[in-house]
């Protein structure tokens, strides 16, 4: 018998009895891979507890506090630096009734924790005209099924962000950088 060998991807394959041990290999490594994945969900599904409910609790406050000062300033500013402020305050609301508290809740992130009842995933209710269920469904399974995957993930072409050359160019890409900034700003001030 003679062994004939391939090249393919930088690996060598040699088309004989070795090739059934390649083939073990790279399934023992991507079983050794998802256990590891699996570990480390694990890990972190364990860390996940009171401190947790604190945060969402107190930020969901700060939150609300925020839409009580914007309409406040809305209602009662004569000048322009008071309707804006106004204004920064309800933004800053939205976003983070949007993002951090809802896109979160709906995931499931404090399912199942005492104390985080009104953050369930199957209860949760947005001040926002977005259908929950829906959202569930396109969010959860569809886009992070295909995840910036172009023609699969229903997500890809939503948003100011143009993330990949399959999206059609819009004006407002060129500032994406500076956008993306600014959406995602009053988040990072809370991780």
């Given at each position: 018998m003679t062994s004939q060998t391939v090249t393919l991807n930088s690996v060598t394959v040699i088309n004989d009895?070795?090739?059934?041990?390649?083939?073990?290999?790279?399934?023992?490594?991507?079983?050794?891979?998802?256990?590891?994945?699996?570990?480390?969900?694990?890990?972190?599904?364990?860390?996940v507890g009171a401190d947790d409910v604190r945060y969402v609790r107190r930020l969901d406050r700060f939150s609300h506090a925020m839409a009580l000062v914007g309409r406040g300033l809305l209602a009662l500013s004569v000048e322009p630096v008071g309707f804006f402020a106004g204004v920064g305050a309800l933004w800053l609301h939205k976003q983070l009734q949007a993002t951090e508290i809802g896109h979160m809740a709906l995931h499931g992130a404090w399912d199942d924790l005492p104390g985080a009842e009104r953050y369930a995933s199957k209860r949760f209710r947005w001040d926002l005209p977005i259908d929950e269920a829906s959202w569930r469904t396109g969010h959860n399974i569809k886009h992070h099924q295909y995840t910036n995957v172009a023609g699969r993930d229903p997500d890809i072409h939503f948003g100011t962000v143009r993330l990949t050359h399959h999206t059609p160019h819009r004006w407002y890409h060129r500032v994406q950088v500076v956008t993306a900034v600014a959406v995602t700003f009053p988040i990072l001030r809370f991780t």
């Amino acid at each position: 018998m003679t062994s004939q060998t391939v090249t393919l991807n930088s690996v060598t394959v040699i088309n004989d009895n070795n090739t059934e041990t390649a083939r073990d290999d790279r399934a023992d490594r991507l079983r050794r891979f998802g256990e590891a994945i699996d570990a480390i969900r694990r890990r972190v599904e364990a860390e996940v507890g009171a401190d947790d409910v604190r945060y969402v609790r107190r930020l969901d406050r700060f939150s609300h506090a925020m839409a009580l000062v914007g309409r406040g300033l809305l209602a009662l500013s004569v000048e322009p630096v008071g309707f804006f402020a106004g204004v920064g305050a309800l933004w800053l609301h939205k976003q983070l009734q949007a993002t951090e508290i809802g896109h979160m809740a709906l995931h499931g992130a404090w399912d199942d924790l005492p104390g985080a009842e009104r953050y369930a995933s199957k209860r949760f209710r947005w001040d926002l005209p977005i259908d929950e269920a829906s959202w569930r469904t396109g969010h959860n399974i569809k886009h992070h099924q295909y995840t910036n995957v172009a023609g699969r993930d229903p997500d890809i072409h939503f948003g100011t962000v143009r993330l990949t050359h399959h999206t059609p160019h819009r004006w407002y890409h060129r500032v994406q950088v500076v956008t993306a900034v600014a959406v995602t700003f009053p988040i990072l001030r809370f991780t």
